[in-house]
């Protein structure tokens, strides 16, 4: 069974443009997390997708936004790019109940200079 | 006060020594506890799931939960150099959101 993919691995942008990642969950998962992870914050969650309609959200500016798509496949955007945007973005996948595992994609870095 | 609080390390053994990390935690209704293991450049993977207090052990890998206490630990036994790789715990908060620790770097010396 195919793991959780994100695409692209690895971007660089400049400040004042936006992002959109993209996750693919394992098959059959129909819940999609998103964190946020640097060296001085650690990993932070952003949101949560299920059966497309946002269930979680952290505490996050409105330029992070995220969609779910009826295959489960997410995306999350990033409006106005600002230098401390830089980090790993990590894309989780689980069944969907409370206290399910959670599966993590390898991860999009995103630099912005 | 973080709800969930990690030693970062780095936390540096020989082969073979047993390992201990650890994390506490504030909020008392949590009652669930993860261990993950994240390799560079690698998207952190599940180790261990526990929900009560006291032992569960997989292999080389016990976890141990202390609920009066709010602490939680992974020992590793005979650590190889291949369990290098950064260790955090991770608390489901509600729903799916994970509250993590910090991380702790882990180097198993050969």
């Known amino acids: 069974k195919a793991g959780v993919t994100q695409t692209p691995r690895y971007l660089i942008k400049t400040r004042g443009q936006q992002v959109t990642l993209s996750c693919s969950p394992i098959?059959?998962?129909?819940?999609v997390s998103w964190y946020q992870q640097t060296p001085g914050q650690g990993l932070q969650f952003l949101f949560e997708y299920f059966s497309e309609t946002q269930r979680n959200k952290g505490n996050f500016p409105g330029r992070f936004s995220g969609r779910q798509f009826s295959n489960s496949r997410s995306e999350m955007n990033v409006s106005t790019l600002e230098l401390g945007d830089s980090a790993l973005y990590l894309c989780?996948?689980?069944?969907?109940?409370?206290?399910?595992?959670?599966?993590f994609g390898a991860g999009t870095r995103l630099s912005v200079l | 006060q973080k709800e969930v609080e990690q030693d970062p390390g780095p936390l540096s053994v020989p082969e073979g020594a047993i390992v201990s990390l650890n994390c506490t935690y504030s909020?008392?209704?949590?009652?669930?506890f993860m261990w993950y293991r994240q390799y560079s450049r690698k998207g952190p993977e599940l180790l261990m799931y526990?929900?009560?207090?006291g032992n569960k052990e997989d292999g080389r890998f016990t976890a141990q939960v202390d609920k009066s206490s709010k602490y939680i630990s992974l020992f590793i036994r005979d650590s190889q150099p291949s369990d290098s790789a950064t260790y955090l715990c991770?608390?489901?908060?509600?729903?799916?959101?994970?509250?993590f620790g910090a991380g702790t770097i882990l180097r198993v010396k050969s």
């Open positions: 526990t929900y009560s207090s």
């Open positions: 098959s059959g998962h129909r819940s």
């Open positions: 909020n008392s209704a949590f009652q669930y």
């Open positions: 991770a608390i489901p908060e509600y729903g799916n959101k994970l509250v």
């Open positions: 989780a996948s689980s069944l969907g109940a409370a206290q399910n595992i959670q599966y």
